[in-house]
């Protein structure tokens, strides 16, 4: 017997759940891009994509099931209430299951399976209906999911390594005792004003990036990798006289903890045995006349030892001094033949481009001012 309209056939079903699992996909993968991955290989558009529509194929048979009960509805939900607490208790499970490889799973996963599971659990019922849904709906919503996972695969969830002087403090600072420059903001320095003057590197409040762009074997699309530190020591002096900056590379992280252990201890700068990077410069020194809180800009080169080899950098640099602080954020970029460092790739899952950007940015405070 042919169905009637009233009870629609088992490929409507399917269909409609189909359906309703390509609408949640596209949801998904629109809001993880904020979100952190854990990990980029597994976590990312297109495994979510994939993992919605797999969702709605089953809400699709499910709702065939139940849709003949007196009271289909409540025991639709019940599935999908179920189907969810599955899902949470195997993430909840594998996080805290010694030695797990990730962080921070459950809270990329747990909030994007709610809105898939709930977005199914509305649509499929209504999407079952021919009426609501044409045939060649389900079919093409499935391939624009998929092309769009594909597409964002990687992108959006990188941190940003890049670095900016910080705004001026409001109000401006005043006057030292005695009527030592202090850094007042609008007061006019002159070179002899800081002769012999040294500049201690504050470490927490100093940062120093990088930024590499790689392929992951399983993702379409290129992404950023940065890491980045706040353990940054070392003196600068702005009359000429020596200024050397250490950055210990053990303390690099990124938003991925299986790659900060391989760059510390197997590929790439391998940091375990090579700790330090370390830049050292004796050109330094103020403008003739430097008027506090106005930004200087300039091209800075020097030498930078990385892995034991030492080799001259430029660095494209702004600097800013007030309140007895000097702020510098300072961007340049290398190859890692420069400093003989075997590039950080891995056969068959991960290769990185040539080019490394680094970013810092320093805070370094007149000694004797705290």
């Known amino acids: 017997m042919a169905p009637t309209p009233s009870t629609p056939p088992a490929r409507d079903h399917i269909l409609g759940g189909l359906g309703a699992g390509a609408l949640a996909a596209v949801a998904a993968a629109l809001v993880s891009l904020p979100l952190r991955s854990p990990n980029d290989a597994f976590f990312n ?10 969702v709605g194929l089953v809400a699709g048979l499910a709702w065939q099931a139940l849709h003949r009960r007196p009271h289909p509805l409540p025991a639709f939900a019940g599935w999908l209430a179920a189907g969810f607490a599955l899902v949470a208790l ?38 079952a209906r021919p009426v609501v849904r044409p045939v060649w709906s389900a079919p093409v919503a499935t391939v624009a999911a998929l092309a769009l996972g594909m597409a964002l695969a990687g992108q ?16 401006p600072a005043s006057r030292g005792a005695g009527g030592q420059a202090s850094g007042a903001a609008g007061e006019i320095l002159r070179p ?3 002769a ?17 762009r790689e392929k992951l074997a399983r993702l379409p699309l290129p992404s950023n990798a940065v890491g980045r530190t706040t353990a940054i020591t070392g003196t600068i002096r702005l009359d000429g006289g020596p200024s050397t900056i250490t950055v210990d590379l053990r303390t690099l ?8 252990r391989f760059i510390r201890e197997r590929g790439g700068i391998q940091s375990e045995r090579y700790p330090y990077a370390q ?3 004796t050109q330094l020194d103020l403008p003739s006349e430097y008027r506090v809180g106005e930004t200087v800009s300039r091209a800075v080169t020097g030498m930078m030892k990385i892995r034991e080899v030492e080799r001259p950098l430029t660095f494209q640099v702004e600097a800013r001094f007030h309140d007895n602080t000097l702020f510098i954020v300072g961007r340049t970029d290398f190859t890692w033949a420069d400093f003989d460092i075997p590039p950080p790739n891995i056969a068959g899952i991960v290769q990185v481009e040539d080019t490394v950007h680094i970013e810092v940015l320093i805070v370094a405070r007149r000694d004797g001012t705290g």
Not at 99 to 116: E, I, M, R, S, Y
Not at 156 to 171: C, M, N, V
Not at 253 to 260: G, I, Y
Request: proline content about 9%; hydrophobic content about 50%; aromatic content about 6%.
């Open 279 to 281: 830049f050292s410069v």
């Open 196 to 212: 012999g003057v040294v500049f201690t590197v504050v470490p927490g409040e100093s940062t120093a990036t990088y930024t590499v």
């Open 192 to 194: 002899h004003d800081v």
């Open 45 to 54: 558009t297109a495994s979510i994509t994939l993992g919605a529509l797999l």
């Open 253 to 260: 992280e990124s938003d991925q903890p299986m790659r900060d």
């Open 156 to 171: 959006g969830d990188a941190q940003s390594g890049r670095l900016a002087l910080p705004a001026l403090p409001e109000p």
């Open 90 to 127: 195997a993430t909840l499970a594998f996080e805290a299951a010694p030695g797990a490889p990730l962080d921070g799973v459950a809270t990329f996963v747990l909030p994007l399976a709610a809105l898939v599971f709930a977005a199914v659990g509305v649509l499929t019922p209504l999407l």
